[in-house]
């Protein structure tokens, strides 16, 4: 089957010399990866290339095997959203007027909303489990609630794919796996996802492949169990061995299982 | 617009209201204006000669017809020019500080224009005065000068923005100044460009009234579709272009609808500041920030705010008139301070 989205050979700098190099991966249509690597390694800079937000300086992204710069933005913006780790209003927008942005690609210069939009941001709204927050005012709400009602945006473009950066920074553990339980339910739903996460022990058991970004070397691409190894993790985030709990639990567990 | 996006049924019904109190309002202040002067002729005397027939004196009907009408509607077309580019200009720099007056777009209008005063005052060209098109060209280019200089990385800084369009609306400010004192022979082109710095709404003829008032219609049906491209703007230019918009038409269109619009309010009343920024700021907090419901609203309160202010400047020290320019300062500075001091909570940068 060919990959809803794949990346051949891309590289990406942004002028003093090249953030992202020649990265080559796949993403299968109806998977939940997860892209992890060490900060500044250039996570956010492979989503937003992945969104078509940045243009890649070689190799190409291709979409449905056409390349992602060839195809017109709205027709991307109806197959991919993406979800920022920041949204700043300089106005008091309410929730469903936030959530309303994601019909842009479905409407003309003359085409105002119609009842297929609102059916739509309904639908978002229920799916990211924020409609009783509709006509909040978007800047007072919490750190969880914004995270949700960006993804309910995102929804409202009725995506294949789905892309997060860092969706589950900042949050509680709570509201971390309220998150975490929103994208098994949306995978549900036949949407792929592709989220760069920091919190390395959300992975497991939540995601079907996981992406190593590392500096020098080629991306490792893999299942959480082929990924997330000691040796793999120590190298790639530069981490002494056993320093850091997350190392050392799964050192111990992985000993105990094989024994 | 029924685009309103679907907010709840009371949200609409709302937004109704206001336009039609907005525009009764409108009417009534109109009709008080042209009331008012020196020539008293009571309001109920105007309706009647509206609608009963029952027709003024000779004197009544020139002074309604020649005088006071064009001035009063001058004063309507200059206020919701002025406030609806007040409120794309905030949209677009995603910043509720910004005003055609603020950003320099104004000081532009007048630099163009009093090119035109004084080296091509006998000039026309596609039926508008040199100096109309030449406060067009000035709009603009200050637009993108300003805009330019405020950028940075995608985005838009804002104190950047504001020190760029105060320095470049000083700079504009005295250029005018200067051609002042080149004029040797002190004539009608000094006259002229003082009242225009000082913001004085004349007595325009019927055919500049008509083609200004055109311009501001044919803007604003322009302004209409861009006005949902301003709330998807607010999100940010990345998050716009990642959501289908192209970002780079968008800001074109409101640059030159935006400066259309101020070069219009400049040609009949000069430079007038605050009715750009407070109006839009005032729609705002009562109607929230949909740019799509702003605009009727925006435009009919901007008009009826400079009609009234306009009705002041002429007959509160009557005889003598002051510049509506400077009632706008003496009410819209204390006005916007107080705004800024209720809720300077949304400011913190």
Redesign the interface.
């Given at each position: 089957m060919n990959p809803l989205l794949r990346f051949a050979d891309v590289s990406f700098g942004y002028g003093d010399g090249d953030a992202i190099q020649s990265a080559s991966f796949d993403l299968q249509e109806g998977s939940c990866t997860a892209l992890i690597g060490p900060n500044g390694v250039g996570k956010t800079t492979l989503l937003?290339l992945a969104?078509?937000?940045l243009r890649c300086t070689s190799g190409s992204v291709l979409l449905n095997d056409e390349p992602l710069n060839r195809l017109a933005?709205?027709t991307?913006?109806?197959t991919i959203?993406?979800v920022?780790q920041q949204?700043?209003?300089?106005?008091?927008?309410?929730v469903?007027?936030?959530v309303?942005?994601?019909r842009?690609?479905y409407?003309g210069?003359?085409r105002?909303?119609m009842r297929d939009?609102?059916i739509a941001?309904d639908r978002a709204l229920k799916l990211a489990d924020v409609s009783v927050l509709q006509?909040r005012i978007f800047n007072e709400l919490s750190g969880g609630e914004r995270q949700r009602v960006k993804i309910a945006l995102g929804l409202a473009?009725q995506p294949k794919l789905l892309l997060l950066d860092e969706p589950t920074q900042n949050l509680d553990i709570g509201r971390q796996i309220e998150l975490i339980d929103l994208l098994h339910f949306l995978r549900a739903e036949g949407i792929t996802i592709f989220a760069s996460i920091h919190d390395i022990q959300l992975i497991e058991g939540n995601f079907s492949t996981v992406l190593l970004l590392s500096r020098d070397t080629p991306l490792v691409s893999g299942t959480p169990a082929d990924v997330l190894k000691p040796s793999i993790l120590e190298k790639a985030f530069n981490c002494p061995p056993r320093r850091h709990p997350l190392l050392l639990e799964r050192t111990q567990s992985r000993g105990k299982r094989a024994g | 617009m029924s685009s309103g996006d679907g907010h709840s049924p009371p949200g609409r019904a709302r937004f109704v209201t206001l336009v039609v109190l907005l525009a009764a309002t409108l009417a009534i202040a109109v009709l008080l204006s042209l009331a008012t002067g020196a020539v008293r002729v009571s309001p109920a005397a105007i309706l009647a000669a509206l609608f009963q027939h029952h027709p003024l004196t000779a004197t009544q009907q020139i002074i309604l017809l020649q005088i006071r009408l064009p001035r009063v509607l001058a004063a309507a077309v200059v206020g919701a020019a002025l406030a609806i580019s007040g409120l794309m200009f905030q949209g677009l720099f995603r910043n509720p500080m910004a005003d055609p007056y603020v950003i320099g777009a104004s000081g532009g209008a007048v630099l163009g224009a009093s090119v035109g005063i004084y080296f091509f005052s006998q000039l026309s060209a596609f039926g508008f005065s040199a100096t109309a098109l030449l406060a067009f060209a000035g709009s603009v280019a200050t637009m993108a000068v300003v805009y330019s200089l405020a950028r940075a990385n995608g985005k838009t800084h804002v104190i950047t923005l504001l020190l760029a369009g105060f320095a470049v609306s000083t700079m504009l400010a005295y250029s005018s100044y200067f051609f002042e004192l080149l004029d040797s022979n002190g004539g009608s082109g000094n006259r002229i460009l003082l009242s225009w710095l000082h913001g004085v709404i004349g007595i325009p003829r019927w055919t500049q009234l008509s083609v200004t008032a055109a311009l501001l219609l044919l803007a604003t049906m322009v302004a209409v579709p861009l006005m949902r491209q301003l709330n998807t703007l607010a999100l940010g230019d990345e998050y716009a272009h990642q959501l289908g918009l192209r970002v780079e038409y968008t800001r074109v269109g409101i640059i030159l609808t935006g400066s259309l619009l101020t070069a219009a309010a400049v040609s009949l009343g000069g430079l007038i500041s605050f009715a750009g920024l407070i109006v839009p700021h005032i729609a705002r907090l009562i109607l929230g920030p949909d740019h799509v419901r702003l605009l009727p609203v925006t435009a009919l309160a901007g008009a009826i705010f400079l009609v009234v202010a306009d009705t002041l400047a002429r007959s509160v020290f009557a005889p003598t008139e002051i510049p509506v320019g400077i009632v706008m300062a003496f009410i819209g500075g204390p006005f916007f301070l107080y705004l800024l001091r209720k809720t300077k909570r949304s400011y913190a940068l």
């Open positions: 937003r969104a078509g937000v933005i709205r991307v913006a109806r959203a993406f920022p949204l700043d209003l300089p106005f008091q927008f309410t469903r007027q936030v309303e942005q994601g842009t690609p409407l210069l003359l105002g909303p939009d609102r941001v006509h473009q | -």
